[in-house]
């Protein structure tokens, strides 16, 4: 809300400065920010009793200990019941409804210099004479009034809720908006020629040839407001505050004032004001313990004070024979429910910034979280030289099939904020690509990058949510130092980076087990498995996937954090040797059918005695090998935790190894 | 017969100073060659009287043994020098990645370091929510105006879904709640979207949520360990101001701003006292225990700890900007 410092400072009489009144709005909760001569304030949407100059002038002289006095001149008037003026009222919607005609207008001018100023800053276009004049009731008083021209009404009104169907109806300006049977109407004879609250209708506009004038001033539910102006792509100032809540007993008083005002404007024969059944609203009443309050703010205000801070307020002390306090709340705060809603009003008044400080206190010992493991592997990531990125998580239908498995189901947006990516990722990879596009393009050759977020998809009863660490590592330019060595980056030194951090990170018995038909990577993927647990996958990018955002092969690998246990299991430990190891090599010829692993499994999980561990030294294919066949070097390491080794026992055992290689994996000696 | 007592003071002292092993040599044949005193007065032994000859025999004995150890290990010394051949160390290193968290990522971190050696437990929170956790649990009545101030995106799940991508972090709370045992003290940092984008907004950030629930809590705690935090983050002793605001979930609530260089008062961040409508919602008994939550845009404390102008910077992925942040 937009005001003018001069118009306010004058309202309020006060001498502050702009900065210093901001200021003190700011302080009690309506946050103020100066542009120019204009102080726009904050209000937030629970208040919206201080969308008004009164409901500011309020609020001012509560600061200041003073209890508010209305400052507008008006002579009361005298409301009667007519049905032929206001027929029917539905009493859901309406909880309050007064007509003031005004007949035989003529004479009519505009607003003085200072009110139609006013109303300029305040965003509120000048229209017309009378109905700047409704505006400017509003804006003082915080109760939207409806100017109709009534020589184009015919009488009596009804105010309806629900209508039976959707319905057409020409709003001011000239739009027609198809009014919803949830809305609230003002109807007459002919038919609705208002939505009530959010705008009037066409036909009933005033103009420069009006005589006579209908000028509305009601309490309208915000139950029956809220989400309806959306509904038709309006927001005007009349269904802000209705939505807000507007004081159901300001309306006669709103109206005594716009004829008040009228009379410096306007000549007219006769006026005549008239009032619907109106719903009486209860007041609400709240009771407070002091002893409560106090313990709760960590004060110790007396009852006399706290009395004087919600009386400045509008509150009224009620008698009560409990040890409580009790209040009557003012008809304007619908913010009003509970207790702590008059703890916050105290502690207002009282100043957030001399409430005392205490100490930060400690919560009791935690357990590890799937938090810390993330950390630890972005942590582990970082030392490995990748730089992680972030970006949004709306991707193209067509990216989110080049990168997800068929069988996903995406999560789409209703109300995508670019209609050329309604869908959230399945994958972290799309933007990794494009990054890796824009920052060779930038001249950077050699990339590793990682991200760490969360991929969606739509599942049988709602949506999953995963946490992905996706990484990649590309090079444009082939890596060569100036003394001219090289450096490869192939497969295994991606399997090498992933195996790294993850043992470092003391992830036990991981496997990797090829798995060729990933979306993202070539036949040449691996799964990462810990037990039968999958907790990621790496391998060589496929290009289709990349939509050719680069040239050279690509490396991958994506980790799930969340499948990654937080539980070590208790340690056990195992006597070191003091005794020397010693290693032996074995050459074989296999046939290249048989994998690495399938070695590794005949070796490793029969035992044979006394080795320690096992490595591959070597592979040769080409000359003097036999098509199908491949030589592999092994390297056996053999230790004992008692004694030195005789050659005759690692003999042996080589024989029992190569014993077990021939006889499960027909693996022979090769001379 | 007459033997120098400072030999090998004199040998040790001119070995400093050699620098190759051609010098090397020549000083030992000046110490240990035929010609030297040592190996030539073996000759003069002939003409001393045989008692004179052995104690003179053993000293020149011992003299010799002295000198060809001392020679022996300054050789060592010269050829491992020598054996290097002299590098230009200057020349650049074999090429190597340098690593670094994004700068949203570090931020979060600082604030995480902050609270976690205070034992707030980090929960991660769903990015789709429904509106309940979103909204209802968080006492946002259905059409309430300050929905309003949230620019919900909603998701396509059938007639009438409520699932939406969560406008803040404060849903973690309701999870946390209802799932935890009390007391409570947690923080969930985490992507929040609201569908809004233009120069300072964009339609995702991150944004990290507090909540503290214990039977002795009040206003002054919720004072204490934000002010204490805030410059345990800054760094340097802070201006604080903590002026009343709305959330539905809180009662009172409080927006924090912190006096920033010339810029005046900056808002950092919104707290407030768990709303009893909230605490009842998750089954916690109001009379017994009370809460303080808090909740901060990471993006907003990043660009002022690192002084980024433009919060888009942040999601560029280019390099030419990141890399500043691993310096």
């Known amino acids: 809300m937009k005001i003018q410092y001069s118009f306010l400072k004058d309202y309020l009489s006060t001498d502050l400065s702009q900065q210093k009144l901001a200021d003190v709005f700011t302080k009690v909760g309506f946050e103020c920010e100066s542009d120019g001569p204009i102080i726009d304030f904050d209000i937030t949407p629970n208040r919206g009793d201080v969308l008004s100059l009164r409901g500011l002038q309020r609020e001012f002289q509560a600061q200041q200990s003073k209890v508010f006095k209305d400052k507008s001149h008006y002579k009361t008037l005298t409301f009667k019941k007519d049905k032929t003026i206001i027929n029917k009222i539905d009493k859901s919607g309406c909880g309050n409804y007064q007509l003031m005609l005004v007949r035989g207008l003529h004479s009519v001018k505009v607003l003085d210099k200072k009110k139609r100023n006013f109303l300029s800053a305040a965003g509120v276009p000048l229209i017309h004479p009378l109905v700047d004049l409704g505006n400017y009731v509003m804006l003082e008083m915080g109760t939207p009034m409806h100017v109709f021209d009534s020589d184009h009404l015919e009488l009596p009104l009804n105010i309806l809720f629900p209508i039976s169907k959707k319905t057409p109806f020409q709003a001011i300006g000239g739009d027609t908006k198809i009014v919803e049977p949830s809305s609230l109407t003002i109807q007459d004879q002919k038919g609705i020629q208002a939505i009530a609250g959010i705008i009037g209708g066409h036909e009933t506009s005033v103009s420069n040839s009006t005589k006579s004038i209908a000028v509305e001033a009601a309490f309208f539910n915000p139950d029956k407001i809220a989400n309806q102006a959306r509904k038709y792509g309006l927001a005007t100032d009349a269904s802000h505050r209705f939505e807000r809540g507007v004081d159901p007993e300001l309306q006669q008083q709103a109206l005594a004032r716009f004829l008040f005002l009228l009379k410096g404007i306007a000549q007219y024969d006769s006026i005549g004001c008239y009032k619907g059944s109106s719903v009486k609203l209860k007041p609400k009443a709240i009771s407070l313990s002091v002893e409560r309050f106090n313990y709760f703010s960590g004060l110790s205000l007396s009852t006399k004070k706290i009395k004087l801070f919600l009386e400045t307020l509008g509150f009224t002390s009620m008698p009560t024979k409990t040890a409580h306090l009790k209040f009557q709340v003012p008809s304007h705060r619908f913010d009003m429910e509970l207790e702590e809603d008059l703890y916050e009003e105290i502690l207002r008044c009282y100043g957030y910034d001399n409430i005392p400080i205490n100490p930060p206190k400690s919560g009791p010992v935690v357990k590890v979280t799937d938090h810390s493991v993330s950390a630890k592997l972005k942590g582990g990531l970082v030392f490995g030289g990748f730089q992680e990125l972030m970006h949004m998580p709306f991707v193209s239908t067509k990216t989110f099939y080049a990168l997800n498995s068929n069988e996903w189901i995406p999560a789409e947006l209703s109300n995508p904020i670019n209609e050329n990516e309604p869908l959230m990722r399945g994958s972290l990879f799309g933007s990794l690509f494009s990054a890796i596009n824009l920052n060779v393009k930038k001249g950077y050759s050699a990339i590793k990058f990682f991200e760490h977020g969360n991929v969606f998809r739509k599942i049988k009863n709602g949506f999953a949510q995963e946490s992905h660490i996706s990484g990649l590592i590309y090079f444009h330019e082939s890596q060569k130092t100036w003394s001219d060595k090289s450096f490869q980056y192939d497969l295994f030194s991606l399997k090498a980076e992933v195996l790294k951090l993850l043992e470092t990170l003391k992830v036990k018995s991981i496997q990797l087990v090829p798995n060729a038909s990933a979306t993202i990577f070539t036949a040449n993927a691996m799964d990462i498995l810990v037990g039968k647990n999958k907790i990621g996958m790496l391998g060589e990018i496929n290009p289709t996937s990349t939509n050719k955002l680069f040239k050279n092969p690509a490396f991958g690998f994506e980790i799930y954090p969340e499948k990654i246990s937080t539980k070590s299991s208790a340690l056990k430990l195992i006597p070191v040797s003091k005794f020397p190891s010693s290693s032996r090599d074995l050459n074989i010829l296999i046939n290249q059918s048989y994998s690495y692993a399938e070695i590794e499994t005949v070796l490793l999980h029969r035992k044979i005695k006394f080795l320690h561990s096992l490595a591959l030294a070597n592979t040769f294919e080409g000359n003097g090998i036999p098509d199908g066949s491949i030589s592999m070097t092994l390297r056996f390491m053999f230790q004992s935790p008692s004694k030195s080794l005789q050659e005759s026992e690692i003999n042996e055992s080589m024989d029992h190894a190569f014993s077990l290689l021939n006889k499960a994996l027909k693996a022979k000696i090769r001379s | ?327």
């Open chain 2, 1 to 327: 017969m007459q033997i120098p007592q400072d030999l090998i003071d004199t040998a040790k002292l001119k070995l400093k100073s050699v620098q190759s092993e051609a010098e090397f040599f020549q000083l030992r044949s000046q110490y240990l060659g035929k010609k030297s005193f040592v190996i030539s007065s073996f000759a003069e032994l002939k003409s001393l009287d045989p008692d004179s000859k052995i104690a003179a025999a053993k000293e020149l004995n011992i003299l010799k043994s002295k000198l060809n150890h001392l020679f022996e290990v300054a050789l060592e010394g010269i050829q491992a020098k020598t054996d290097v051949s002299l590098l230009d160390t200057t020349l650049p290193a074999d090429p190597y990645f340098v690593g670094a968290e994004h700068p949203i990522a570090e931020i979060s971190q600082r604030v995480i370091n902050y609270f976690s050696p205070l034992n707030y437990q980090v929960f991660s929170g769903n990015e789709i929510e429904t509106d309940f956790f979103n909204f209802e649990a968080l006492n946002f009545p259905a059409n309430h105006p300050a929905r309003q101030m949230h620019d919900t995106f909603y998701l396509n799940a059938g007639k009438k879904s409520e699932y939406l991508l969560r406008t803040h972090t404060s849903n973690s709370q309701i999870h946390a709640m209802l799932r935890e045992p009390l007391p409570l003290y947690m923080l969930s940092p985490g992507r929040v979207y609201r569908c809004d984008s233009d120069t300072t907004h964009l339609p995702m950030f991150t944004q990290i949520e507090g909540l503290v629930v214990d039977e002795d809590v009040n206003f002054g705690d919720l004072k204490g360990i934000i002010i204490n935090f805030l410059e345990y983050f800054f760094n340097e002793k802070m201006e604080v101001r903590f002026r009343p605001s709305y959330f539905p979930f809180t009662e009172p609530s409080a927006e924090v701003d912190i006096k920033f260089g010339d810029n005046g008062w900056l808002e950092v961040l919104g707290c407030g006292m768990v709303h009893p409508n909230v605490l009842k919602g998750c089954n916690i008994d109001t009379k017994k225990y009370r809460g303080f939550a808090f909740g901060m845009g990471i993006e907003r404390l990043a660009m002022l700890y690192y002084g980024v102008d433009d919060i888009r910077d942040f999601y560029s992925s280019n390099l030419d900007f990141l890399n500043q942040f691993s310096s």
